[in-house]
């Protein structure tokens, strides 16, 4: 990895989430959801901003994380609140790939 290793936790194996599915992970006592689009791993705040339901048991719908209690879309890439009722994004976390291993960023972006 480019970046050091202390900023990124290990989370899964790639083949651990396949494509247009979620997956729900730890990182330093956060729940994360990865998720998989296009080829693209993407990792978002796994707890909704509107009533706090696990979005890894959400689906992927278009370009966004359809909360499974409300169904509040989130921007895949953003973490944008595309659909009500929710109102607040989600963080958004550094995904990298590195031999078959996932690796997700210990702090959103921004922070």
Request: aromatic share 6%; net charge negative; proline share 6%.
């Amino acid at each position: 990895m480019t970046e050091a290793t202390e900023d990124y936790q290990p989370v899964a194996g790639e083949d651990d989430l396949q494509e247009g599915s979620l997956l729900g992970v730890d990182v330093d006592g956060q729940r994360i959801v990865l998720a998989k689009l296009r080829g693209e791993i993407y990792a978002l705040g796994a707890v909704c901003t509107h009533r706090g339901a696990d979005l890894s048991e959400g689906v992927i719908e278009g370009g966004m994380i359809r909360c499974p209690w409300h169904h509040s879309g989130f921007d895949i890439k953003t973490g944008e609140a595309v659909k009500p009722p929710a109102r607040d994004p989600e963080p958004v976390y550094d995904v990298k790939v590195e031999d078959g291993q996932i690796w997700v960023s210990r702090r959103p972006r921004g922070t």
